[in-house]
């Protein structure tokens, strides 16, 4: 598993976009060129499975409990949009 140190966006209130992959051959948290974030997850996308393992990977990198993240947009699409509760 692959994790970028993103404690920096632990913060209260951050939201967090990010463009989700399921069904990819490892999990892992890519931060690419330009700022944008890319999960990859061995999950399926079917009922929420991917959405779970996202928040993992997620809260990993963000050393946050995983109780602490909202998923705000993108319940069923690849962009989602999550935001660090307090």
Known sequence: MTIPD???LGAPGTEITLRVT????RNMLKLEEGGALRA???T????????AAVVKLLSKALGVP???LALLRGH????KLFRVLE
């Open 6 to 8: 993103l404690r920096h």
């Open 22 to 25: 399921p069904k990819a051959s």
């Open 40 to 42: 990859y997850v061995t």
């Open 44 to 51: 399926v996308p079917e009922g929420g499975k991917a959405n």
């Open 66 to 68: 995983k109780s602490r």
């Open 76 to 79: 069923s699409a690849r962009d």
